[in-house]
């Protein structure tokens, strides 16, 4: 699949064709307050190939690296954030937290996998570890992107830290979904390949990560399900298969699903699966106030994955919340070890 992905890049490069990803917005509201995200969707995904005069792109920072220079510097990008992970914690089971934002058109994703590299380890602990991909202009010399072949060499290299059989690796995507169950990857005028359900499985089987909790954040993510469940494995979706998601948009600061998992429930509970279920309510309380149609998050909580989870929270009670704020500015490097 990746392979016919690369051939059709290369052809389309070849002859200048761009092709945009569409977004619908059924639903669009205004501006959000502090307690409710924006709603909007999006639905159908494309490869964006670069355009002919790739500076032209306002959203390119003017000073920032060429794109060349910005592939060149991807494999010590993702070296120096795996260095940068903080010391395993032994004796019990740790949690690896890998945040990847996919579209750098809206700053609602890098939002979310900021807020999350702060929340996991100042909420969670010392055994606790995060790890951020991400596209987005403000961050383009600090974070490695959020692509395919940065996704599987930083698993690469999790796989060389992680004690396998204890361990336990998290994946938090956040991004547009399409309805053939595609998420954007997109860093314009890169042409980065877009990951779909089943790639995203096939990555995870090339890597023997025995535990795993993977959250799909995006329109049409319950496709998700089917390809990634397994034994030791929970998986979260912020939607049904064939359901949007909302709250993504330049008007919005965090996603619906962002906020009430993320910023809500895992501010009242270290248990993924009750946060999943204090979200669910929240996200259809929205909806309905929004006369939305339900998105209807998706779980499906693979044999042996709870009893870990509780082995590695440990009895230990959670630190004291931590605040959502939107990212602004570039992005130092998070996470640095002592």
Not at 110 to 135: Q, S
Not at 157 to 169: C, F, N, Q, S, T
Not at 211 to 240: E, H, M
Not at 262 to 287: C, K, P, Y
Request: charged share 20%.
């Amino acid at each position: 699949m990746r392979a016919l992905l690369i051939a059709l890049l290369a052809f389309v490069a070849g002859i200048g064709l761009t092709v945009l990803w569409q977004p619908a917005s059924p639903g669009a509201k205004p501006a959000p307050t502090a307690a409710t995200p924006a709603a909007t969707s999006t639905a159908s995904a494309a490869v964006a190939p670069a355009p002919v005069d790739a500076m032209a792109d306002d959203r390119w920072p003017a000073g920032g690296p060429s794109p060349e220079q910005l592939i060149y510097a991807q494999p010590q990008l993702v070296r120096n954030a795996l260095a940068q992970l903080t010391p395993r914690v032994d004796g019990r089971p740790n949690l690896y937290l890998v945040a990847f934002a996919g579209d750098a058109g809206e700053d609602v994703f890098r939002n979310e996998v900021e807020y999350a590299t702060r929340l996991f380890p100042a909420r969670f602990g010392a055994a606790t570890h995060t790890l951020v991909l991400e596209n987005n202009p403000a961050s383009l010399g600090t974070r490695p992107l959020a692509s395919w072949s940065n996704l599987e060499a930083t698993l690469d290299g999790l796989a060389r830290i992680m004690h396998p059989d204890e361990d336990i690796l998290m994946l938090y995507l956040t991004s547009h979904g399409s309805e053939d169950h595609y998420l954007l990857v997109d860093m314009d005028p890169l042409p980065l390949d877009q990951i779909g359900a089943n790639d995203l499985a096939d990555i995870l089987r090339e890597h023997a990560f025995r535990w795993k909790v993977v959250v799909v954040n995006a329109c049409y993510s319950g496709g998700f399900v089917s390809p990634l469940q397994g034994d030791g494995t929970l998986v979260i979706t912020a939607a049904r298969s064939d359901r949007s998601s909302f709250g993504c948009g330049s008007d919005s600061d965090i996603t619906y699903f962002g906020k009430a998992w993320l910023v809500d429930a895992l501010n009242r509970t270290d248990n993924f699966i009750d946060a999943f279920q204090r979200a669910s309510r929240t996200i259809a309380g929205w909806e309905h106030q929004d006369k939305l149609t339900p998105s209807e998050p998706q779980i499906d909580v693979g044999r042996g994955i709870a009893a870990q989870l509780a082995r590695w929270r440990g009895g230990s009670e959670p630190a004291a919340t931590v605040p959502f704020a939107p990212a602004t500015g570039p992005t130092a490097p998070a996470n640095m070890a002592q």
